[in-house]
């Protein structure tokens, strides 16, 4: 008879925790609630009761749980969670999810045919930060629920996705609530360390008293307050130790025994049979199988064995029972109670509670479970035959860890750590490492002497993926010595460049270093050309890093390897570079020959970089190789980061974004948010340099905080500096220094970055508040950065700007200026690749037309700028702010138009708010002797061309009345103003804009209306 409670009893607080959190999801302010307690404390009914609740208020409920059979499947419970919701209500199309869809087509079957990219497993992180989305938007308009039980059987991968989860649920309409056992592992680790950075509330569930126990025992058999008797609450409150679970199970063994019977008053306890109570549910659960039918008790003791919850095509392997007895045998303990239908897999059964599977595996003597164990085995290896070693996705690879499990309930240790092995590379090669390095710890623990050297270096290698980089280094140095080049040497040595390129990638360039000559050693004198490749291609990539403070010490170097990566200046630091170059075009070569295509794409990603010195058509060139190297392999990221770069330069090239929006499509189809991310940045910073603020302004709020939680580094930073050039260029230098704090904190002055930092923020910002000498200190400062390190990056100033304003300052003279006088720097830009960038060409193209006016050859000093003019048009703020700059040394040599360029540099500064240069050009303009116009509001009525002319608004309201031909008495009326005054602003007028006479002017005035239409004028009241 079965035994259950239809309330939930002793749980007040808890509840009402579980309330306010519903409300303050509804709110839009997202908490994360972990429920801690012992197996059967009733974490599982309070998640339940949750969730009803969360239904009351018509708010999305996802719930999943962790599989307690001891098998590592990664996002299971995350999962079924997203199962749960949209089997019934189907997947959300909202297009802000479209980003993510590739991300979590692994978890929503809907999203998988359409979305899967081959070669490209989603990272960690990408996946919790894609999760977050989707529970935003589900929670949009009423908050969501997600539960998930079970934590302490999850993989690390669902712990990694929920500890991002409950990190970033503050400002968003998402529950989060997480149950699991108060047992020492990562969820547990988890809950805490939430809890301890206020992420998380965490309640302990303790026993149920005596009163409560009471409660529910009368709630279980539908009885009014005192017809149990005493003595039953006492023997069940005693038993179950206050444990709701075992309340029922000792209620429900008291019922089947007839110990506790209906009578028409009331309950009775009977004191006959056995007169002691049973001392736990395994004495229980052994009575009540007892009374099953043999071929049912021999199916739920063959279900046990295989763990919590079960197949049905694995107890049909080891039963040998046709379909139609064994769903029989299934339907009959089903209705007992014992079983229930797992509803997140039609073909899988569960045990009510997990202690029900322990408590009938206990029920057997130690012998019969290992006999029954290897039985089992042996029937699920022969079932699945070869697809047993297929690979760890879907049914092969549970099957082949329930194989491994059960072989170690056997006492096969060696046969279980290979089994667990197996699976653990499988998992590794699908990108889950996460797993992988749980599953090959248990294979390591368990291996032969002579097997647990091989498992330790894929160990070392899934530790790395995972990004615990020192867990992995550790392990490779604990192994013992093996001869150089022989087979073992060459296993570690493979697996010591794979963590040197963890290491380069996360910049730990010591560690990246230590690992690269453990590889060395161990390959000897003489490695293989593509072991000499993939190492050649990790050093090439760590040269390119600038040593940070105390990273750069020569003690933790070989000797042999000189100062490779340190950043020297000087020949030597240019010859290494140069040296770099030549071993990564012949690591490309190799690595393409020898069927390493990973390597052959890192190498032509270097090879790109290095070459952007002798031009960008190289540069491109390299990239092609890489895109075809990419797509013949099916490398779906090497593929997306090749069409990034393109698009990079072709950007850089012509300052126009068509090519990077096609790389960003191409990151968006692969489902890589880490490249995404990095395409958003750089056409934010295009969105800077082309004036569209808004769009900067957007993809910056959007991505900045998205890059940190997934702790993409590079693209974090490049972001943070896009923030502050955002700020610079406009002429905010409160909103830039912020940003650039916030920058300096993500080590932003420390990454290669600097030059960008210092020429293209740094110095724009001083030129915007007027500080000449402030932006040369700033450009001369990154000119010193780039002669001290490695340095890619051609938009810092060296190669435009910088040459630009040391001509302006007089260096470019024949009489002076020194090596580095502001021609020499002229003459190196020009002979640089990066002096044919757009951004570049604009300064370098006023420069040149400073030089030829200084020359006395005007007339080519004015095409200079006329020329550069039509190219610079993505560029409008550098071009009015070069305009600026130039027209004040064409005043002093006498050449151009320079009142004209003032006066549309100053219409530009004034519209945008940057005044400090709009107040420097109208300094300028007086010095020139013209008259200023007064700054009065409704300049923006006046059309472009009249407020290039210097006509002021109140000039403006006088020529549109002219269309109508009026006197200069009746405008004088109209305006409220004498007419003397009306005399003025028509002389002025006519000056302004050529026009020989007062007919002209009219004339001209009806035209543009004619174009225009009707202009409103705003005519003041006549006073009394």
């Given at each position: 008879?079965r035994?259950?409670?239809?309330v939930i ?8 925790l ?21 197996a059967g404390?009733?974490k599982?009914?309070?998640a ?7 239904y ?10 962790a599989t307690s ?13 997203l199962?749960?919701?949209?089997r ?13 869809r ?11 045919a ?19 989305r ?15 039980e079970?934590?302490h059987?999850?993989d ?7 500890e ?13 609530v ?8 990562p ?10 950075r206020?992420a ?25 307050p ?14 179950a130790?206050g ?13 089947d ?13 009977a004191?006959?049979?056995e ?7 395994v004495?229980?659960?052994a ?10 008790r ?16 694995a ?11 064994l ?14 239908p ?7 059964y569960?045990?009510r509670h ?15 479970q290992a006999a ?13 035959g ?19 499990t ?13 089994q ?6 499988q998992?590794l ?9 749980v599953l ?5 623990g ?6 647990r ?21 550790a392990?490779l ?24 390129w ?14 690269i ?5 161990l390959?000897?004198a ?18 390119l ?18 100062d ?6 000087g ?8 040296e ?11 690595a ?11 190498a ?17 060139a390299?990239?092609?190789r ?46 890589s ?15 800077v ?14 991505s ?8 993409n580094?590079?693209?974090h ?14 002429g ?6 912020r940003?650039?704090?916030?920058f300096?904190?993500a080590?932003?002055e ?30 001369d400062?990154?000119?010193a ?7 890619f ?18 260096d470019?003279?024949?009489?002076g ?37 200084r ?6 000093a004015r ?7 039509r ?11 070069a ?76 020529f ?20 003397r005054?009306?005399?003025k602003?028509?002389?002025s ?5 050529g ?30």
């Amino acid at each position: 008879m079965r035994a259950t409670s239809s309330v939930i009893v002793g749980r007040d607080a808890e509840i009402g925790l579980l309330d306010e959190a519903l409300e303050s999801a509804r709110r839009g302010a997202g908490r994360a609630v972990f429920l801690v307690g012992e197996a059967g404390i009733g974490k599982s009914r309070l998640a339940g009761e949750c969730a009803l609740r969360a239904y009351d208020r018509d708010m999305p409920v996802l719930r999943g749980r962790a599989t307690s059979t001891g098998l590592v499947v990664p996002f299971r419970p995350l999962a079924e969670a997203l199962s749960s919701r949209f089997r019934a209500a189907g997947a959300p199309d909202d297009p802000e999810l479209d980003p993510y869809r590739p991300a979590l087509a692994g978890l929503v079957p809907e999203w998988r045919a359409a979305a899967t990219t081959p070669g490209y497993t989603i990272s960690l992180v990408e996946l919790a930060e894609a999760l977050l989305r989707l529970l935003a938007v589900l929670g949009r308009e009423r908050g969501c629920v997600i539960l998930l039980e079970d934590l302490h059987d999850s993989d690390t991968e669902t712990i990694a996705v929920v500890e991002y989860v409950a990190d970033n649920v503050a400002d968003l309409p998402v529950l989060l609530v997480g149950t699991l056992r108060p047992d020492p592992g990562p969820a547990s680790d988890l809950a805490l360390a939430a809890e301890l950075r206020n992420a998380a509330s965490v309640t302990e569930l303790g026993p149920l008293d005596e009163t409560a126990v009471r409660t529910m025992v009368d709630a279980c058999l539908d009885a009014a307050p005192g017809e149990v008797p005493a003595a039953a609450h006492r023997h069940l409150s005693q038993r179950a130790g206050g444990n709701p679970y075992l309340v029922e199970v000792l209620l429900a063994d008291l019922l089947d025994l007839g110990r506790l019977s209906r009578a028409e008053d009331g309950w009775l306890l009977a004191d006959h049979g056995e007169a002691t109570v049973p001392t736990g549910a395994v004495r229980s659960w052994a009575r009540r199988l007892s009374r099953l039918d043999e071929p049912v008790r021999e199916l739920l003791l063959i279900a046990a064995t295989l763990g919590g919850r079960f197949s049905v095509g694995a107890l049909r392997a080891v039963t040998g029972l046709d379909d139609r007895a064994l769903f029989a045998h299934l339907r009959s303990a089903s209705e007992a109670g014992i079983i229930a239908p797992d509803g997140a897999a039609h073909d899988h059964y569960t045990f009510r509670h997990v202690l029900t599977a322990d408590a009938l595996r206990a029920s057997l003597p130690p012998a019969e479970q290992a006999a029954l164990a290897r039985r089992a085995a042996s029937a699920i290896e022969e079932s699945a035959g070869a697809s047993l070693t297929g690979g760890a996705d879907g049914a092969s690879g549970e099957q082949s860890q329930l194989v491994a499990t059960l072989r170690l309930a056997a006492g096969d240790k060696v046969a279980a750590s290979r089994q667990f092995a197996q699976v653990g590379r499988q998992m590794l090669d699908a990108g889950a490492s996460g797993s992988a390095a749980v599953l090959l710890e248990r294979a390591r623990g368990l291996a032969a002497e002579g097997e647990r050297d091989e498992v330790t270096v894929q160990l070392a290698i899934a530790q790395a993926e995972s990004g615990r980089v020192d867990v992995a280094s550790a392990l490779l140095d604990d192994l013992a010595p093996v001869p150089a080049g022989s087979p073992a040497a060459e296993e570690r040595a493979q697996a010591h460049t794979q963590v040197a390129w963890v290491a380069t990638m996360a910049e730990q360039q010591q560690e990246a270093r230590r690992r690269i000559r453990a590889a060395r050693a161990l390959l000897g004198a003489e490695p293989r050309p593509e072991q000499e490749a993939a190492l050649v291609v990790v050093e090439g990539h760590l040269a390119l890093l600038p040593d940070r403070e105390g990273d750069g010490d020569t003690a933790d170097r070989d000797p042999a390897e000189g100062d490779r990566g340190s950043g020297t200046p000087g020949r030597d630091g240019r010859d290494r570079l140069k040296e770099a170059e030549r071993s990564a075009r012949s690591a490309a070569l190799t690595a393409e020959q020898r069927g390493r295509p990973v390597v052959a794409c890192q190498a032509w990603q270097l090879l790109a970089l290095l070459s952007r010195q002798r031009g960008f058509d190289e540069a491109d060139a390299c990239l092609v190789r890489m895109l075809e190297v990419a797509e013949k392999h099916r490398l779906a990221v090497s593929r997306a980061e090749a069409l990034v770069r393109l698009g990079t330069n072709a950007f850089m090239r012509t300052g126009e974004a068509t090519q990077l929006e096609t790389a960003r499509a191409a990151a968006h189809e692969l489902g890589s948010l880490t490249v995404l991310q990095t395409v958003d940045g750089l056409l934010a910073m295009q969105s800077v340099l082309a004036c569209r603020w808004d769009r900067a302004r957007e993809i910056v709020d959007r991505s900045v905080e998205a890059s940190a939680r997934l702790q993409n580094l590079s693209a974090h930073r490049y972001l943070l500096l896009v923030d502050a050039t955002l700020a610079a260029h406009r002429g905010r230098p409160r909103e830039q220094e912020r940003a650039l704090t916030r920058f300096r904190r993500a080590g932003g002055e420390e990454s290669m970055l600097v030059p960008l930092q210092r020429g293209l923020c740094q110095a724009i910002g001083a030129l915007l508040a007027e500080d000449r000498a402030r932006a040369t200190a700033e450009l001369d400062t990154a000119r010193a950065w780039e002669r001290e390190h490695p340095s890619f990056f051609y938009l810092s100033g060296r190669y435009g700007l910088r040459p630009l304003l040391r001509i302006l300052d007089g260096d470019g003279d024949d009489r002076g200026g020194g090596a580095d006088g502001g021609r020499e720097a002229y003459r190196e830009a020009l002979a640089s690749p990066g002096g044919q960038l757009a951004w570049n060409r604009l300064f370098l193209g006023m420069a040149d037309a400073v030089l030829r006016g200084r020359a006395g050859d005007p007339a080519s000093a004015r095409r200079a700028v006329e020329e550069t003019g039509r190219a610079a048009a993505v560029f409008p703020q550098a071009w009015h702010l070069a305009l600026r700059l130039v027209a004040e040394a064409a005043l002093t040599d006498g050449w151009g138009e320079p009142v004209a360029w003032l006066r549309t540099a100053e219409e530009y500064f004034h519209e945008a708010g940057v005044q400090p240069v709009a107040g420097a050009c109208r300094a300028l303009l007086r010095q020139a002797g013209v008259s200023v116009p007064q700054r009065r509001g409704g300049r923006e009525r006046i059309p472009a061309e009249l407020r290039t002319a210097g006509v002021t608004p109140r000039e403006y309201e006088v020529f549109v009345l002219l269309m109508e031909r009026p006197g200069n008495l009746q405008i004088a009326q109209r305006l409220c103003i004498s007419p003397r005054t009306v005399e003025k602003h028509m002389a002025s007028l006519m000056a302004k804009t050529g026009c020989v006479d007062r007919s002209a002017l009219c004339a001209l005035s009806a035209e543009r209306a004619e174009d225009a239409g009707p202009v409103a004028i705003a005519v003041p009241r006549p006073t009394a």
